[in-house]
């Protein structure tokens, strides 16, 4: 636990909170998915954004307001407060997007999209503006410089989408799609993956460390790349893209497989399955447009490392959460990370997650009906086990919190 700040651990209830809604955005968006087979109706951008808003945004966000000032020693003030606003503006504001675009309701989408911007904007600038106030960074925190940079650029990208849906072309539409996805996806997620795990994989899997100078350097040239990379839809100009994040995820995997504990862990293989599909998704980049087969398998491959990801950040930080509060709260007999949630239940999950990823590529490639009923359905097992999981832990530190030491 070298460099944390686990003075300022900010309130248990805070990351539980957007965990947890993060988990059920990701139920109904398997749901959502379900109903659009069966009625033979696909709207990809009701799906895509319950997933990209729902549930990965609302769980980097949650994860955000642990890590600022456990890992780069940010004190937010009022955190407490600024979370609740920052989750319940998320959450409407994430309903009347979806809703919007399910209903093809102009004012539903609309709303949405002001309670979004109500949401991420201030929330994302105040974090910002407490970063670039740190005279020392580490890759992580200068890491997260840029990709908070990155979410509020593809915010405006986004926004100036919405205005040319609902009628008022500002800039082609087209040009918008594009750089709104390469921002969002490379630059939002892509970024603060690979700066959490600039010091995460370290720590927690005793790995050797990642080079310095490309840790320090990977973040703005991610970013310059992506800036290049959105001015036309041209293979060779997305190509940095691509090398940037393929370096990425073979120092990544070679990291882990230098690990001083060789033990078999659910979560270091939840990390090469992410590693996998970032290395898919980054050989599909330069050749995805905006639509078409190697689009959609794009947006596939690049939704599985970023859940993959996910799922093993959060099996790591609730039961280090519960495990560090209640510690500190005196708790006798505090439980271990591994008594929180079980490593057994967590390869389980993994097993769901494989066989979730499998049974898409199977329905893609075959086009048989019956496989695309079961591939939703199974990532609602998934997601249901993700939040079984989560809850049971968050039920625990509540068990355990009223046997604190008086």
């Given amino acids: 636990m070298t460099g944390l700040q686990l003075l300022y651990l900010p309130p248990f209830s805070i990351v539980s909170r957007f965990f ?14 379900l109903y659009e087979v069966v009625v033979d109706s696909f709207l990809l951008p009701a799906f895509v954004h319950i997933y990209t808003l729902g549930f990965m945004t609302m769980t980097m966000v949650g994860a955000l307001f642990q890590m600022l000032p456990v890992v780069a020693g940010v004190v937010i003030e009022r955190s407490l407060f600024v979370a609740t ?14 809703g919007g675009f399910l209903l093809r309701e102009k004012s539903i989408l609309i709303t949405g999209t002001a309670l979004l911007l109500l949401a991420l904007v201030p929330t994302a600038s105040f974090m910002l503006f407490k970063l670039l106030r740190i005279k020392a960074h580490t ?8 990709a908070l940079f990155s979410l509020l650029l593809g915010i405006l990208l986004g926004s100036l989408e919405i205005f040319n849906l609902i009628g008022y072309s500002i800039f082609d539409y087209f040009w918008l799609l594009r750089a709104h996805l390469t921002v969002m996806l490379f630059g939002w997620v892509g970024i603060l993956v690979a700066s959490v795990a600039f010091r995460v994989i370290e720590m927690f899997f005793v790995t050797p460390p990642y080079p310095k100078i490309y840790a320090q350097l990977f973040p703005p040239a991610v970013l310059l790349s992506l800036l290049i990379a959105s001015l036309r839809d041209v293979w060779i100009l997305k190509l940095p893209v691509s090398i940037l994040f393929l370096s990425f995820a073979f120092i990544t995997f070679s990291r882990l497989r230098g690990r001083r504990r060789r033990i078999p862990d659910p979560l ?43 799922m093993a950040m959060m099996y790591r930080i609730i039961p280090f959460l519960v ?21 057994k239940r967590v390869w389980a999950h993994l097993y769901l997650h494989l066989i979730s990823i499998y049974l898409f590529l199977a329905s893609f490639f075959t086009g048989v009906k019956a496989l695309w009923v079961f591939c939703p359905l199974a990532y609602a097992i998934s997601f249901g086990f993700l939040l079984l999981n989560l809850s049971s832990g968050v039920l625990l530190y509540i068990k355990k919190k009223g046997q604190q030491k008086s």
Avoid: D, K
């Fill in 20 to 33: 947890l809604t993060a988990a059920l955005f990701g139920f109904l968006g398997t749901l959502l998915g």
């Fill in 85 to 98: 606003y920052t989750h319940l503006t998320l959450v409407c504001g994430v309903l009347a997007f979806v």
């Fill in 139 to 146: 890759p992580t925190s200068g890491g997260i410089r840029y």
């Fill in 268 to 310: 270091i293989s939840l990390w090469y399955v992410s590693m996998l599909f970032l290395t898919l998704s980054s050989l599909l980049y330069p050749f995805a447009g905006g639509e078409g087969t190697l689009f959609y398998l794009f947006l596939f491959t690049f939704g599985s490392f970023a859940q993959s990801v996910i």
């Fill in 323 to 343: 495990w560090i509060h209640l510690s500190n709260r005196g708790v006798p007999n505090a439980p271990t990370m591994h008594e929180v949630v079980s490593p």
